[in-house]
Structure formats: C-alpha cells, structure tokens
C-alpha cells in the first residue's frame, strides 16, 4: 500500500523551505531551496509523485508563480488564504521558516477545510490586478508629491490650485513660482521643479492606464455589460472581473458579498448576538471600486433604477456610509447575476433565467 505524503512550502522570494509529512504527521523529509518550480520538482521527485496528496503553500506574490508551475507538473495543488494560516503559523513557540513549512503541511493533511483556499487566478486576471494596484500605489504617490508642492507654497503664503491634468498643474506652479520670485524675492525652483516632474510623469502615465482600461473593458463581453449599470465604469468592471475570475465558484449570487467582505461581522454567545462593521474580508481595492461605484449610482441625477430608490430609501434611515456599503453589496450581486445568467433583455439581466430572488430585487430598470 502507497504512502500518503503532503507538502507544506513556506517560499519567499529568494528561498523556499519544503516539508514533507507522512500520514503520521512526521517529517519524512525537509530542507530550504531556491524560489524555482525546477527546484521543488526536483526535491521531491524521489517521493514518487502519485503518493503525494497535495502541495500546500500560503498565499502571497511568490505562491501565485510556484502554484502555477507545479499545476502544469500535474501536482495536485492548495493556496491558503494568508490572513486564516497565520493563526495555525502562530502556535509554534518559535517562528521559523521551517516550522512554518511543517505546520502548512499539517493543516493540508488534517485540518484543510478548516482554511480558506484562495483560488489561483488566470494570467488575464492576474494582469489586470497588477495594472489596478500598480494604478493605485501611482496615485498615491502623486498625492503626496503634489501635498509637498503645496506645503512648500504654503510656507511662504502662496497656494497650489487643484489641477485635473499634468499641463494644467506645471502651468500653474510655474505662476505661482513667479509670482513668490516677483513678489518675495524667493526662487523655490531648485526645490520645486525636480517633485513637478515628478508629478507629471505620475499624471500622465494614470491618464495612460485609465486610456488602457477602457479599451481593455470595451473588449471583454462581460465588462462592457457590467459598465451598462449606472455607476460602474472600466475600473469597477475590470476590479470586479479580475477578482472573480471564475464566477461559477459561487453557488449562489449572494455569496460574493461575504468574499468581497461586505457584510457585518456577526459575534453570538448563548443568548447574546452582536452586529459589528463590515468583515472587510477578501480584496480591499475591488471592495472600494464597488463603494465608489455605489456612491455616483446614488448621486446621479440623469439615472433611475429600484436600486437607486432603495438606496436613497435606506441612507435616509442610516445615514449615507451604511447606505454606499449596501448599494456596493447589492452591486456585486447583480454583477455576479449577470455573469452567471449570460442572458440579456434589452440591455437588462433576466433574473428569471438567474434564478435568484435578491438578484431580481436589485435588477436596474433604467427609467
């Protein structure tokens, strides 16, 4: 009778530590090796491969490339969601790249349901991802570059006009320069030009990336259906599309709330049950593309919809933050609806074809 084994794979960036696991729970087997699909293959080739049930890793940038890899290798793969591994990583006394490898593969061998698999994204997906975040970290540098600009004009009473393109901001400090140099006798270009460039490098290449996006959403079928819903435009359809990526995972439509984290987080002890904010679970960057897709939905004055209504319905109630958060909820569902049924009538998802009654209820009848 073959030996069960499983893999448990801590990898980092530069070095990766391997534990293998028998049916007991013993290490049979350890070591630290190069980041490299080649070099696992190689380690644990000699255990015959059909023995191993599966190889276990924590999510993060590195797992994403050796996931991929060893998937084509015909091994039998588990990404673990991060943020639930790392209680199980904490109960060792001493944090240790190996200890780590040892209790990853311990959870794949006894307690894998009790972990949240994080599903390994196709290339597209994958793509699409790195351009959105890449897209955030660039607009939150040139906030700050554009925050220092104005601290420096600010120091000598001068002030930065908010622009809306790198022209129009170089236009304007360049004035406001002349105006400190005319008036004050001050030249704060030495200081001040270096961080402008900056900042319209910074401008040009999100007005670039924005360009990008809504040719890529135009050409994928279901993003442009997404971007028919009033409020969602490129950045909503792609962020949503690329954070699925397989909507019949979700068995049904209103399951995309709890993964997007936008339902409360609930506590019950006996008779007492607690309602806090939202989990903020899963992708932060999707979640706030959805809030802010919500929020031009309900502030929109050419549009009308029931979910506008029921929106505008519940901020009266409970004030507008509560409201976003659930026209965002209601959002997701509708998108995933519309991903699921794949029928259209007359620019309108079919909740009927859906089979889903909170689907049906957020359906937007344009008015």
Not at 56 to 76: N, P, Q
Not at 226 to 255: K, N
Not at 265 to 271: E, L, P, Y
Not at 328 to 352: P, T
Request: aromatic share 6%; proline share 3%.
């Amino acid at each position: 009778m073959s030996k069960r084994l499983w893999v448990g794979l801590d990898a980092g960036v530069y070095a990766t530590s391997v534990c293998v696991l028998n049916s007991a729970g013993e290490p049979i087997q350890q070591g630290d090796l190069p980041t490299s699909v080649e070099a696992i293959d190689a380690f644990i080739r000699p255990l015959r491969r059909g023995n191993i049930e599966v190889i276990a890793m924590e999510s993060g940038s590195s797992s994403i490339y050796l996931a991929r890899g060893l998937e084509r290798l015909k091994y039998s793969v588990a990404v673990f969601d991060a943020r639930q591994i790392s209680a199980f990583l904490g109960l060792k006394q001493n944090k240790t790249d190996r200890n780590d490898a040892r209790a990853i593969a311990d959870v794949a061998r006894s307690g894998r349901s009790a972990v949240s698999e994080v599903l390994v994204k196709s290339v597209e997906c994958q793509r699409i991802r790195s351009m959105l975040a890449n897209r955030k970290q660039m607009l939150r540098m040139r906030i700050a570059s554009e925050a220092a600009i104005g601290a420096q004009f600010n120091l000598y009473g001068g002030k930065l006009a908010k622009c809306h393109s790198a022209a129009t901001l170089r236009r304007k400090a360049n004035l406001e320069m002349d105006r400190l140099r005319k008036e004050q006798k001050i030249d704060l270009r030495p200081d001040i030009e270096p961080v402008l460039s900056i900042c319209a490098g910074l401008r040009d290449y999100v007005q670039h990336l924005d360009r990008k996006f809504a040719d890529m959403a135009v050409n994928i079928d279901i993003c442009r259906r997404f971007m028919e819903i009033p409020g969602v435009g490129p950045l909503t359809a792609l962020s949503f599309y690329s954070a699925i990526c397989d909507p019949d995972r979700f068995a049904r439509c209103i399951d995309v709330g709890p993964y997007l984290g936008l339902v409360p987080r609930v506590r019950q002890s006996g008779g007492t049950v607690a309602r806090f904010r939202i989990s903020k679970m899963g992708n932060t960057m999707t979640r706030q593309h959805l809030v802010t897709a919500a929020m031009h939905l309900l502030r929109a004055r050419s549009t009308d919809s029931s979910l506008k209504r029921w929106g505008l319905n519940l901020r009266e109630r409970r004030g507008g933050g509560r409201a976003n958060t659930a026209v965002a909820r209601k959002l997701s569902i509708v998108m995933l609806a519309m991903w699921k049924g794949r029928v259209r009538q007359g620019g309108v998802i079919s909740a009927v074809a859906v089979g889903h009654r909170q689907a049906a209820l957020a359906v937007m009848c344009r008015g």
